[in-house]
């Protein structure tokens, strides 16, 4: 039986690390796999799981931290087309249409430094 | 009806540098004018998606795929399905010779004589005990780290998300020639034309109106090691891989599938089965088991054994 899931705050990266307007995805578990992204856009930061809700598992990006449209409006599935609101995660358009990405709380540290609370195997 | 297989599939994308930049590290060679091809000249085309040289877009999908262009056998095939499709729906005669119709799902679909051009590159070799094929003092691995990858060699198969499969089918067999050879019930059903012996070049996915469009498209590779070859490289260069390696059951074709910027995905496969009239057709609910013989991850290349021991 595996152990249940802890939520453990995670330090991820510098606040200054990620770009004023875009996303950046993280590996935590070593899977190969995003676990979750951040996306920055101004004065607005979010994190999310990396999981579609039409496919749960489904990774989002179609390239390392490419999570956003062009434009950096939508949080964007590239596997089938799913668009997301970046500051809300529900999905406006796309298959899971009205569905919201999972997301992650977030904390900054000694003032520049990103932590996500991140459900962890003990 | 000889119809070969799709020869090019024509996208509308926002944003063409990067599914430019995209294809091309696939491993597909950039043509010009948007265009990009397997070595044997089948391949995708890619347009933005306001151009107005696109046929019209119609559907709320992210995705669009606004044209599948399939190549036929010879001049009497286009007569024939020109004829065919004229029955009961417009046909476009267009200046390049092509002929253009949609189908009863919705989707452009053109037909041109083939642009492909016959290989005559061997298949992944392999040795057996008892049946050994690579040849002496061939190495199957290649002899440098900095191999170039493997290249997709033609267009396999492309697959529809369509709100009604039984209609979607039903156009293509009875008017198109097209068999299947396999269904998933729930699903849908595994087509291939007339003049291929491919287990598939079209599979159609039963989804909500919504959602009608392209799940994805594949190339076919040399070989089971070119999947993983071209796959690796393609995700050590960034590229997110969505589903595999590993090989599927209906079709036996090996498998890696990859989101893609175009809003589907796209997938490399080899050694797909070949079938000819006597096969007879299955029909397994569409469940994981069913879908793939078995599944695999990538990971970062490692290896048992640590540093040399230290010397005392």
Known sequence: ?122 | MRILGPDTLVFGVDDVDSCATFLADYGLTPKGDGAFEALDGTGVVIRRKDDPALPKWTLPTANQLRKTIYGVEDRAALDEIAHELGRDREVTFLTDGSLEATDDSGFVLGFQVSVRRTLTLAAEQINAPGDAHRGLNVTGSPANRDEPAPLPRTLSHVVYFVPDTDKAEAFYVNRLGFRVNDRFTGMGPFLSPRGTLDHHTLFFIQTPPAMQGCEHFTFHMGGPSDVLRAGHAFAAKGYESFWGPGRHRFGSNWFWYFNSPLGCHIEYDADMDQLDDSWVPRVAPAIAENSQEFLFQLRETWAPGGPPPQQS
């Not at chain 1, 990620?18 to 996306?39: E, K, M, Y």
């Not at chain 1, 449209?69 to 249409?97: E, K, M, N, T, Y």
Request: proline share 7%; hydrophobic share 40%; with cysteine.
């Open chain 1, 1 to 122: 039986m595996p152990a249940p899931a802890a939520a453990s705050w995670v330090r991820v990266c510098e606040l200054d690390a990620l770009p004023p307007t875009g996303a950046r995805g993280f590996d935590l578990s070593g899977n190969g796999i995003d676990d979750l992204f951040l996306v920055r856009k101004g004065e607005l930061l979010r994190g999310y799981i990396n999981s579609c809700p039409h496919w749960p598992g489904a990774s989002l990006p179609w390239r390392k931290h490419a999570y956003l449209d062009r434009d950096a409006s939508h949080i964007v599935c590239h596997g089938h087309g799913a668009r997301f609101a970046i500051d809300d995660g529900l999905c406006i358009s796309g298959p899971c249409a009205g569905q919201y990405l999972q997301a992650v709380m977030l904390r900054i540290e000694e003032g520049r430094y990103v932590s996500v609370l991140f459900p962890m195997r003990r």
